[in-house]
């Protein structure tokens, strides 16, 4: 059964510090990552995708890495800013029940100071 | 414009009625989800269906009875409301076969008096 752990659970930093959210996965088999971003009271937006066969995907200040064999993921935030500030989920696709399947991990709270 | 719409987007009930939640897409997917987040936030899958068939269903309660008339809509009526069922229900699409991403609607909250 896949487990996705986000360490740290909430992270709270100043203004244009880069940082670092960590996933990780249980099981390898698996068709590609997704990372998301919820605001308050919102629904999912999709933030980054990265395929098994793939090593990291970058979008504007992000850029996600997947190492599959070690069952890791890490989101990168360059450059912080206040609207940044969300709960920013990864899950994994896996290959059992059709590959259409996505395990969630428990979120990271992040939030951003002036 | 929405692609993945839900209705209601807000749902306020007595504990034991009977409700349902509407979702519509119009990306030209073939495979359609439900999802519920607890009050720790925490998402997990309920059911998933391709092409109208019923293709995941994790343990949920049969209270719970998913339809799916064609492939653009896929609605979530449920019977007898618990206070447990109180979450935010969140519809999702994609195309099938594991390459593509998930697309998800804003999410219906529930909350059971």
């Known amino acids: 059964k896949q487990e996705v752990t986000q360490i740290p659970a909430a992270l709270s930093v100043p203004e244009g510090e880069n940082l670092v959210l960590n996933c990780s996965f249980t099981?390898?088999?698996?068709?590609?990552l997704q990372w998301f971003r919820q605001d308050p009271g919102k629904g999912l937006t999709s933030l980054l995708l990265i395929q098994s066969s793939q090593r990291e995907q970058t979008s504007g200040r992000l850029n996600a890495s997947l190492d599959k064999s070690s069952g890791r993921s890490t989101l990168y935030i360059a450059a912080s800013q206040p609207g940044d500030s969300a709960t920013y989920l990864c899950a994994v696709r896996g290959v059992t029940g059709g590959g259409n399947k996505l395990t969630f991990g428990t979120g990271t709270q992040l939030k951003v100071e002036l | 414009d929405t692609a993945v719409s839900q209705t209601p987007k807000y749902l306020v009930t007595q504990m034991g009625n009977d409700k349902s939640i509407k979702c519509e897409q119009n990306l030209g997917h073939d495979t359609m989800y439900w999802y519920k987040q607890d009050s720790k936030k925490f998402l997990k899958i309920m059911f998933s269906?391709?092409?109208?068939?019923?293709?995941i269903n994790e343990t949920v309660p049969n209270r719970f009875s998913p339809k799916s008339p064609d492939k653009a809509h896929l609605n979530l009526h449920i019977n007898s409301l618990e206070l447990g069922d109180s979450a935010v229900y969140f519809c999702?699409?994609?195309?099938?076969?594991?390459?593509?991403?998930?697309?998800f609607g804003d999410g219906t909250r529930l909350s059971i008096l």
């Open positions: 099981d390898s088999a698996i068709y590609n």
């Open positions: 999702a699409s994609s195309f099938s076969g594991g390459a593509e991403p998930q697309h």
């Open positions: 269906y391709n092409n109208k068939e019923l293709i």
